[in-house]
Nanobody
Framework: QVQLVESGGGSVQSGGSLRLSCAAS????????MGWFRQAPGKEREGVAC???????THAESVKGRFTISQDNARNTLHLQMNSLRPEDTAMYYC????????????????????WGQGTQVTVSS
């Protein structure tokens, strides 16, 4: 399995920005779908954004226009740029990976992913 380590979380005020990073233990570009998920206390884990093996991205409606997922294949690193943060974005953010056998749209369902990082906390205050 792929080992994943997230970083970049923290506390910001509403309207602020953060950039999350996820370092993978293997090269994932071109073969894996990668995703960012988040889970707030008492809520289910939800998909935030993902990128398929072709580099095509999908973003949840709740973050479109504010968050951007990207991948640095040379450094085996996944990023999530988060702008215009809101208090409702407060959650533990997780990076995930799954080997991809096709070129379809990456899944935003947590059940589809096989490897997970430990998470990084994002707290947005009003």
């Amino acid at each position: 399995q792929v080992q994943l380590v997230e970083s970049g979380g923290g506390s910001v005020q509403s309207g602020g920005s953060l950039r999350l990073s996820c370092a993978a233990s293997v090269s994932t570009g071109g073969t894996y779908s990668m995703g960012w998920f988040r889970q707030a206390p008492g809520k289910e884990r939800e998909g935030v954004a993902c990128i398929n093996r072709l580099g095509i991205t999908t973003h949840a409606e709740s973050v479109k226009g504010r968050f951007t997922i990207s991948q640095d294949n040379a450094r085996n690193t996944l990023h999530l740029q988060m702008n215009s943060l809101r208090p409702e974005d407060t959650a533990m953010y997780y990076c995930a990976a799954v080997f991809s056998y096709d070129f379809g749209v990456c899944p935003l369902s947590a059940q589809r992913y096989k490897s997970w990082g430990q998470g990084t906390q994002v707290t947005v205050s009003s």
